[in-house]
C-alpha cells in the first residue's frame, strides 16, 4: 500500500494561546514494501507526521493519501479506523500498553475489537508471535514476567496480528542493549523482506538508519529538510550537522580510511562497508 502527502501542515491547539506549528509543506511518498528511516533533532515534527500516515492525527491543511483514501482537514473520521487496521503503529515503550493477564489475550485485544472471531484471533495471536521470535509456549504466560525485550516483542506481535499492510515504529529500539536493538532491528527487516510489509521508523540511531533503510527522509523544524539514499545523506556531513545531527561512527571511520589511504568508498555506509574496506587495505599490504 503506497502512502503520501501533500503540503501537509498541522498546527496543535490551533486558535488558542498555546498554538504550535508542528508541520507544514510536508510531501512524501512511501512506495509499498519500501524500508523508510525517518531521522531529525528532537522536537522536528517526526511524531507528528507519522501519526497522519495511520490516521490518528488529522491534517490542519493539505492530505495525506493512504492507499485509496485520501484524508483532507473535513475528514469526519469514519473511515480512519479501517486505515488503522492496515497501517500498524508501535508508540515509544509499547510494553507499556501491554495490560492483560495472558499474552495470548494482549494479542488477541486488537483483532477482537475490529471484529474478528475469537478463534481467527488466537490462530493469529500464535503466528504473530512466531513472526516476532517467540514461541507458542508464551500464549498463557502473562506478558509481565518478560524482560523488557520481549515486552516489546508481545506488543509489536499484538499491532502484526491485525494484519498491517505498513508498520511504523516510533523509536522501537530505545533503552534495549546493543543485542536486543540488533535483534529489533533485523526482525524488521526480515517483516518487510519475508512479509512485504512497508516499514516506516523513526529513530536517533543514525547507524540504523544507515545499516536498515532504503530511504532516509531528514525533518527539521516541521517540515522535510533532505531525503535520499542512506549514502546521498550521509555523504553531507555537513549539511546534516547544521540541523543537529551527526552521521554515523560507521561512516566517520570510513572517511577518516579514505583520507588516510586514499581509498575511494563506493561501498555505502555501514559497518559491512567499513570491513570492506579493511579487508581491501589489508589485501593491498597497508594494514598488518
Ligand atoms: N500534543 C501536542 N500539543 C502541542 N504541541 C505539541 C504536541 N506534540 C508535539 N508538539 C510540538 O510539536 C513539535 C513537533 O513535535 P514532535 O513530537 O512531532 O517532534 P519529534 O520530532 O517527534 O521529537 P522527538 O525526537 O523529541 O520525539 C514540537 O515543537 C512539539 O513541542
Ligand atoms: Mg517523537
Redesign the pocket.
Known sequence: MELSTRRLAHI??EGTP?E?R??YDVSIDVPPGSFYAII??????????IQHLNGLLKPTSGSVKIGGTTIQPDEKGKRLKEIRKQVGMVFQYPEHQLFEETIEKDICFGPRNFGISEKEAKRRAKESLEKVGLGEEYLQRSPFELSGGQMRRVAIAGVLAMKPDVLIL??PTAGLDPSGRHDMMDLFLSLQQEQNITIIL?T?SMEDAARYADHIIV?SG?TVYMEGIPTEIFGQEDKLQAVGLDIPESTRFLKSLQERFGTSVETGYTEDAVVDIIERLMKAGNVQ
Open positions: 496543535y491547539s498555546k504550535r508542528a508541520l531529525g533533532h528532537t522536537g522536528s515534527g517526526k511524531s507528528t507526521l516510533d523509536e523513526v536517533h525533518m516541521g
